[in-house]
């Protein structure tokens, strides 16, 4: 059964790390961008970062450059998220979601099922 699984999620304090991971089962990730979201309570969903399937293009929500980190490594067939100086208003669930195709602007095929975050002292 195609699967994307996240994890790393959990409780961190504020200035904090946290590193997301996302694999795939029964399919490969190479030829897909790949895209974090979040959900924090009461808002919309909201992107925070995409690769495209080579690696070369990546893109960030504002509110996380220069803090978070996206990587893949297709060998491993895994895409990561490495989350550095965390805020209290990064608390949300965190999704990966594989793209249609190789872009970061094709649409999402496919989506996991989210870990949490949470940021608190």
């Known amino acids: 059964q195609l699967q994307l699984v996240e994890s790393g999620g959990g409780l961190v304090q504020p200035g904090g790390s946290l590193r997301l991971s996302c694999a795939a089962s029964a399919f490969t990730l190479n030829n897909n961008a790949i895209a974090w979201f979040r959900q924090a309570p009461g808002k919309e969903r909201e992107g925070v970062s995409c690769?495209?399937?080579?690696?070369?293009?990546?893109t960030y929500a504002d509110s996380v450059k220069g803090r978070f980190t996206i990587s893949r490594d297709n060998a491993k067939n895994m895409v990561y998220l490495q989350m550095n100086s965390v805020k209290p208003e990064d608390t949300a669930i965190y999704y990966c979601a594989a793209k249609r195709g190789a872009l970061c602007a094709s649409p999402v095929n496919y989506w996991g099922q989210g870990t949490q975050v949470t940021v608190s002292s």
């Open positions: 690769i495209n399937s080579s690696g070369h293009t990546i």
